[in-house]
């Protein structure tokens, strides 16, 4: 906190020709007049901004102890991934003594009300359209993080993923150089969408029959999949039509299986996760 506030104090000098730079409200800088920069209104808009800035809300004891031990546990873990570096940041934090939790979540609320009277400061001088948008961009942000969550749980529950269409296998296999840049990655898809397009039906025959067996295989594992999940009362992450059935029944000794009536598939072609086939 303190660094901050020392950074914005060194910028100060700099936010006339930083404002100019990024295209700030007029407003926002000293005006000109006879060849001649005036203080005054740059003084005044610096205070109305930094007024109406956002305060950021400070991180709970637990992201505090994370931040605190990150740079050691990657150093000491140099080929340990995002999630390995977690767990072992989850596992430190078990075996964290009481006062040291005890001061960390001490240091949490007492920046926590100090957030809160500035945040409540901040929010009084937003007009409505600024709180609506402010709303929507926190709904925004909630279902962006449900539907990570989502991902995630599906993932770690085993759902079978869904192959490619015949196009892009045909891109796997000619993909574009790696190294290049962006602007030249889009030119060779943009190339390899146009030679796609004019090759013959027997041309494309290949990639299409290795797609259509694909997702064969992924229909029938995702049946498998659904039922396991069904029989786990995890119903809300089967497809909203197969929720309503129940779990295949398995025979004994035998593969659980169900009967082609209780198969909404089997005979009207029962569409995969996410659409039809391209």
């Given amino acids: 906190m303190q660094l901050n506030s020392l950074i914005k104090l060194?910028?100060?000098?700099?936010?006339?020709?930083?404002?100019?730079?990024?295209?700030?409200?007029?407003?926002?800088?000293?005006?000109?007049?006879?060849?001649?920069?005036?203080?005054?209104?740059?003084?005044?808009?610096?205070?109305?901004?930094?007024?109406?800035?956002?305060?950021k809300r400070p991180v709970n004891a637990y992201i505090r102890y994370a931040q605190s031990i990150r740079a050691d546990l990657a150093k000491a873990?140099?080929?340990?991934?995002?999630?390995?570096?977690?767990?072992?940041?989850?596992?430190?934090?078990?075996?964290?003594?009481?006062?040291?939790?005890?001061?960390?979540?001490?240091?949490?609320?007492?920046?926590?009300?100090?957030?809160?009277?500035?945040?409540?400061?901040?929010?009084?001088?937003?007009?409505?359209v600024q709180k609506e948008e402010l709303k929507q961009d926190r709904q925004q942000k909630a279902?962006?993080?449900?539907?990570?969550?989502?991902?995630?749980?599906?993932?770690?529950?085993?759902?079978?993923?869904?192959?490619?269409?015949?196009?892009?296998?045909f891109c796997a296999q000619f993909k574009p150089k790696s190294g290049v840049t962006q602007g030249e990655h889009k030119e060779q898809m943009r190339a390899l969408g146009e030679k796609w397009r004019s090759m013959s039906a027997s041309e494309k025959e290949q990639f299409n029959r290795e797609a259509d067996e694909a997702i064969a295989r992924y229909q029938e594992e995702m049946k498998q999949w659904e039922d396991k999940m069904l029989a786990m009362d995890n119903g809300d992450l089967v497809r909203r039509k197969n929720a309503l059935l129940s779990p295949a029944p398995t025979p004994s000794g035998g593969k659980a299986r169900t009967t082609k009536k209780e198969q909404p598939g089997a005979a009207s072609g029962r569409p995969a996760a996410g659409g039809a086939r391209a």
């Fill in 143 to 169: 279902e962006d993080k449900a539907k990570r969550d989502l991902k995630r749980t599906l993932k770690q529950l085993g759902r079978p993923k869904r192959p490619i269409n015949g196009f892009l296998r």
């Fill in 77 to 128: 873990n140099p080929s340990a991934s995002q999630m390995d570096l977690a767990k072992l940041t989850s596992a430190k934090w078990q075996t964290l003594d009481q006062p040291s939790k005890a001061r960390l979540e001490e240091e949490y609320k007492r920046e926590l009300a100090v957030w809160l009277q500035q945040n409540a400061k901040y929010l009084s001088q937003l007009t409505d």
């Fill in 10 to 55: 060194f910028n100060v000098p700099r936010l006339l020709l930083s404002s100019r730079q990024n295209n700030l409200p007029l407003a926002a800088v000293a005006t000109q007049s006879n060849g001649f920069h005036s203080t005054v209104p740059l003084e005044n808009a610096t205070a109305k901004a930094a007024a109406m800035q956002k305060p």
